[in-house]
């Protein structure tokens, strides 16, 4: 299944890796140094880029997969990250 839907799962690790990544540098800058205001950090640029390479990928994966659910649902998650970090 993995080898079958490569492309899905790399879009799906890109999305889940940078929002752990995001999650553990916005916790200890809150913890460390009592930052809450996280809109001019490096997370908000590394954000962004994450969610486009997620998206990109999600959709080179519908191309080469055929559109198939995994697909679907790992473009549907770039897209919904989008919303945490351009808030």
């Known amino acids: 299944m993995i080898e079958r839907h490569k492309w899905s799962m790399l879009s799906l690790a890109i999305t889940i890796g940078m929002s752990a990544a995001i999650g553990g540098?916005?916790?200890?800058?809150?913890?460390v140094h009592q930052v809450t205001?996280?809109?001019?950090?490096?997370a908000s640029t590394l954000g962004g880029c994450?969610?486009?390479?997620?998206?990109?990928?999600?959709?080179?994966?519908?191309?080469k997969e055929k559109g198939s659910a995994i697909s679907l649902v790992a473009i549907a998650l770039g897209v919904f990250t989008i919303a945490f970090y351009t808030v």
């Open 25 to 31: 540098y916005a916790q200890y800058q809150y913890r």
């Open 37 to 42: 205001d996280m809109t001019h950090t490096i």
């Open 50 to 63: 994450s969610v486009l390479a997620s998206v990109a990928t999600g959709i080179i994966a519908a191309i």
